[in-house]
């Protein structure tokens, strides 16, 4: 079984500032997605990397996926209130979707 | 378009109910997925359909029986349910069954068994 370590689990930070998001694991994943997902609602893809060293920037958010594709971080500049939610990470091994266990996020204004 | 969509969005059933979720996409996809989701937990998986065959039941309780009536649809229909299964239920769907094929996600159904 493929395992994917979240940390932190949870981060509680004022608007404006910076924080990263990180996805480790012992096994190499063929691709990685990182999802958002708010409440009571279903996963948003934001990204999904599938490169070694690939940097992909949305916005003001910037995904790193490791040089041995083992692990993945997540870096958000200049946090807002609309980027609360719960951030999920999933690594493609073979054809199945393991989950990372969640970051929780919140951003108070 | 990467909409997939279920129905209804929430749920109540007692234990002795019978009941169905749907599952619908548009975009051609031929692999679908249904997952249960817990409170601050992530996504697990419950079963896989491929080309419209089972590929995938995680050890999945016979009171969940999955159901693919064609490459757009998915059901998953539910009797005689626990409270314990309460949840927050998602499908998703991607191109195929293959190798880093990306997983996209409905709003999800949520469910509470009394």
């Known amino acids: 079984t493929q395992l994917l370590e979240q940390s932190p689990q949870f981060l509680s930070i004022q608007e404006g500032e910076n924080l990263t998001v990180y996805c480790n694991s012992s096994?190499?994943?063929?691709?990685l997605q990182w999802y958002r997902q708010e409440p009571g609602e279903g996963p948003v893809l934001l990204v999904t990397?599938?490169?070694?060293?690939e940097v992909k920037k949305l916005k003001r958010l910037t995904f790193q996926f490791g040089d041995a594709r083992k692990d993945s971080s997540l870096h958000i500049t200049a946090a807002q209130p609309g980027d609360t939610g719960l951030y999920l990470c999933a690594g493609h091994a073979g054809n199945m979707l393991t989950f990372g266990g969640g970051t929780r996020l919140m951003v108070k204004p | 378009d990467t909409e997939v969509t279920q129905t209804p969005k929430h749920l109540v059933m007692g234990m002795t109910n019978k009941k169905s979720l749907k599952c619908e996409q548009h975009m051609g996809h031929r692999a679908m997925y249904w997952y249960k989701q817990k409170a601050k937990k992530p996504p697990e998986l419950m079963f896989v359909y491929s080309y419209e065959k089972l590929s995938i039941n995680e050890s999945v309780p016979s009171r969940f029986s999955p159901e693919c009536p064609n490459s757009s649809l998915l059901n998953l229909h539910l009797h005689a349910l626990q409270p314990e299964d309460s949840a927050l239920y998602l499908c998703?769907?991607?191109?195929?069954?293959?190798?880093?094929?990306?997983?996209?996600f409905g709003p999800g159904t949520r469910l509470l068994v009394l």
């Open positions: 096994s190499v994943f063929s691709s």
């Open positions: 990397v599938v490169t070694g060293g």
């Open positions: 998703a769907s991607s191109s195929q069954l293959a190798w880093g094929e990306t997983q996209y």
